[in-house]
Structure formats: C-alpha cells, structure tokens
T-cell receptor
Framework: EDKVVQSPLSLVVHEGDTVTLNCSYE??????LLWYKQEKKAPTFLFML????IEKKSGRLSSILDKKELFSILNITATQTGDSAVYLC???????????FGPGTSLSVIP | NAGVTQTPKFQVLKTGQSMTLQCAQD?????MYWYRQDPGMGLRLIYY???????DKGEVPNGYNVSRLNKREFSLRLESAAPSQTSVYFC???????????FGPGTRLTVL
C-alpha cells in the first residue's frame, strides 16, 4: 500500500532556530514529491522535487530528495513566527496522477 | 482568474441528508481532485478526475459520488450524510503535464 510518513508530527521552536522536517515514502511508481505549507486555509505550494540530490531553495526554505533512500527533507533556517503552519509532504504516483499526502508536521515558532 | 472556487464555504447537515459540494476552476486544467482533511490525518483523496468525463476512486471513496460534467466543474455528492463525514473538503486541480496542485478555499461540513 502506498504511503507517506512525516516526522516529527509537531514541533515547537524559538524564532531564529533552524528546523528540519522529514518525509519518507513507499510508492509503487514514483513521479515527484511536493511540499506544501498550510496555515489556516488551503495548502500553498512550496516545492516540487523530481530528481535526487538537487536542492530546491526559496529564501530561507530549502528541500532535497533522496530517491534511493525514499525520503525528502525540508529545511527552514532563521525561523520566524510567520513560519508557523502545517507542512505537508505529498508524493505523485505515475500511473494515473494519484497524489498521496502525509499527515503533516505542525510547526510552531514562538518569539 | 478566480482559480479554484468551492461552494458552499460552510454547511451543517443532519444524518441522512444529501448535498452536493461544487468546485470549479477557470485555469483550463485537466485533472481535478476531491480531498477531505481531518485532524492528524492529512489530506486524503476521495475521488479524482484525470480529464472531462472520467473519474476514479481515491483512498476513501465510500459514501461519496462525483461528477465531472465538463472541464471546469467537478462536484462531490453525499447521498446520505453520516457524522463520520464531518470534515473539511478541498477541491484541487493540476495543469496539464505538471503536478503542482492548486487548491480551493475548502468547505467545512458538519454532520449532526
């Protein structure tokens, strides 16, 4: 059965800390991995990763994929209170564009 | 562009009632999806539609039906609502050949 696992499920850090969020997956036919940020409403897209070892970066956020070990990490440096959100990892399966989401990591950044 | 729109935003039903959640996108996307989100469960796929006129079951299809009447619209129907269907429902779409999903604002459904 295809599944996506995220860890930790929740995390509390202080402003300025660096955090690493983990996503591992078991999917029959992998196509790509997506990271989303969800605040109070709908998820917003952060990154799509398709190839191993190529880091995607956007400001203080970065992500990398390891297709051999079947995981991805999302790093956030110099965290701010505005980074408080649920971070969702999702894997796209090739055969019919099925997207499988993990449970999310709830990040709280306190001043 | 309005993006992905969903109606209604909130709904309260009694057990056994039926209703249809509406979703529309104006981005000419081929694929559309319905998810439900429950605390601690992440997003779970209910049904999806790879193109107009086709639909397929996702992870949790029981108790739901869908219709993809045209390229823009993808509706989700609850024929006989149950308290276990209390959830937030998201519709999403993806552009042709790409996999980033665009989400609607969500519908918060409570079944009493």
């Amino acid at each position: 059965e295809d599944k996506v696992v995220q860890s930790p499920l929740s995390l509390v850090v202080h402003e300025g800390d660096t955090v690493t969020l983990n996503c591992s997956y078991e999917v029959t036919n992998f196509r790509s991995l997506l990271w989303y940020k969800q605040e109070k409403k709908a998820p917003t897209f952060l990154f799509m990763l398709t190839s191993s070892g190529i880091e995607k970066k956007s400001g203080r956020l970065s992500s990398i994929l390891d297709k051999k070990e079947l995981f991805s990490i999302l790093n956030i440096t110099a965290t701010q209170t505005g980074d408080s959100a649920v971070y969702l990892c999702a894997v796209v399966e090739t055969s019919y564009d099925k997207v499988i989401f993990g449970p999310g990591t709830s990040l709280s950044v306190i001043p | 562009n309005a993006g992905v729109t969903q109606t209604p935003k909130f709904q309260v039903l009694k057990t056994g009632q039926s209703m249809t959640l509406q979703c529309a996108q104006d981005m000419n996307h081929n694929s559309m999806y319905w998810y439900r989100q429950d605390p601690g469960m992440g997003l779970r796929l209910i049904y999806y539609s790879a193109s107009e006129g086709t639909t397929d079951k996702g992870e949790v299809p029981n108790g739901y039906n869908v219709s993809r009447l045209n390229k823009r619209e993808f509706s989700l129907r609850l024929e006989s609502a149950a308290p276990s269907q209390t959830s937030v429902y998201f519709c999403a779409s993806t552009p042709p050949g790409r996999y980033t999903q665009y989400f609607g604002p969500g519908t918060r459904l409570t079944v009493l």
